[in-house]
């Protein structure tokens, strides 16, 4: 299988590191987190109020990302 190096600043890295599972690779990891993502659709509502500004700020995220470089 082929692979990637990617560069992250040590911060991430130990971030993700606390993330991972025993054993677990962080191939694994990425697959694992990015299969957690929900559509703005599955989460819309799960805040307590989810009134008009959570439902505004949702429509930014699907515009504009949430601001984190990628």
């Known amino acids: 299988m082929p692979s990637r190096n990617i560069a992250v600043q040590r911060e991430v890295y130990e971030a993700l590191k606390k993330e ?3 054993g677990e690779s962080f191939t ?3 697959v694992r987190l990015l299969n957690q993502r929900g559509t703005i659709e599955e989460i819309r ?3 307590a109020d989810g009134g008009a500004e959570d ?3 949702l429509a930014r995220i699907r ?3 949430d601001g984190r470089s990628r």
Do not use: D, E, N, P
Request: without cysteine.
């Open 45 to 47: 509502g799960s805040w």
């Open 63 to 65: 515009r504009f990302g």
């Open 28 to 30: 694994g990891l990425f």
């Open 20 to 22: 991972k599972r025993a």
């Open 55 to 57: 439902l505004r700020h």
